[in-house]
C-alpha cells in the first residue's frame, strides 16, 4: 500500500449527443468513478492515483476521448498514510470564543 493517495475531482463536459459513450469510455479507465451527470452533458469524476503523474495522464486521456469537449480539475487531495483512522475533530464548543472589539466587528 503506497504511503499516501491523490484523490482528484473533474468536471468532464461532453457533447449531449455523446454522452453514452463517453460515459462507457471514462467506466473503463482504472480507478475512476463517475459520481454524477447532467442531460447537457457534464459529468462529476473522481480519480485515485498513487503519483500525481497517473492523475495527470487520466486527465490527459479523458482530454482526448472522442465526444470530451473539456475536462477540468477542480479539486485535489493527498492523504497521507491512508490505513490510519483520520484525526478526530474537537467540539467547536471547545474552543475558546472570538474577542470582538467594542462596537462590533
Avoid: F, W
Wanted: charged fraction near 20%; include cysteine.
Amino acid at each position: 500500500m503506497p504511503d499516501c493517495i491523490q484523490i482528484a475531482s473533474l468536471i468532464v463536459h461532453a457533447r449531449p449527443e455523446a454522452l453514452p459513450a463517453v460515459k462507457a469510455n471514462l467506466q473503463r479507465l482504472p480507478n475512476l468513478e463517475l459520481h454524477q451527470e447532467s442531460p447537457l452533458g457534464k459529468l462529476v469524476v473522481v480519480l485515485e492515483a498513487a503519483e500525481e503523474a497517473q492523475i495527470l495522464a487520466t486527465l490527459e486521456t479523458i482530454h482526448n476521448l472522442p465526444g470530451v469537449i473539456n475536462a477540468v480539475l477542480v479539486y485535489h487531495e493527498i492523504l497521507e498514510s491512508p490505513d490510519e483512522p483520520l484525526p478526530e475533530h474537537k467540539d467547536a464548543s471547545a474552543l475558546p470564543a472570538a474577542s470582538v472589539p467594542a462596537g462590533g466587528a
